[in-house]
């Protein structure tokens, strides 16, 4: 087994173990120090952002979203949301907290979309 499965193997006893034990958990993508604050990064690679209708955009699943803002409530810790876009190589980011003031909407599948305005966007 190699180093890249036996962490994977380890992570997922750790979920089990966390799941049994009753503890409310999810794995962060990255955490970074910037300017004396720590902050969490939520990250999707995309080829393409939500097509209308309602709006352009970029989501993240509805239980991820209630996750991380109830941590940002209990810590201060806030969470940026990153997406790769890969059709035209840009980052899309914006806060998490600040997205969910705005109109969002919530797809069959558990998604939550923003319009692509709410976001920052930076080429590579």
């Not at 180093?3 to 999810?26: A, N, S, W």
């Not at 690679?45 to 509805?62: A, N, Q, R, V, Y």
Request: proline share 4%; with cysteine.
């Amino acid at each position: 087994m190699g180093m890249t499965e036996q962490g994977i193997k380890g992570e997922q006893k750790l979920f089990k173990y966390l799941r049994d034990k009753g503890v409310e958990f999810f794995q962060a993508d990255g955490i970074g120090l910037q300017k004396g604050k720590y902050s969490l990064y939520e990250v999707k690679l995309k080829s393409e952002p939500f097509k209308p209708p309602p709006f352009l955009g970029h989501g993240l699943e509805i239980r991820q979203v209630r996750a991380r803002l109830k941590f940002q409530n209990k810590t201060g810790m806030r969470c940026r949301f990153v997406v790769f876009q890969e059709n035209d190589n840009s980052v899309c980011s914006a806060w998490l907290d600040e997205l969910e003031k705005g109109k969002y909407f919530d797809t069959s599948n558990g998604i939550r979309i923003y319009p692509i305005e709410n976001f920052e966007i930076e080429l590579l």
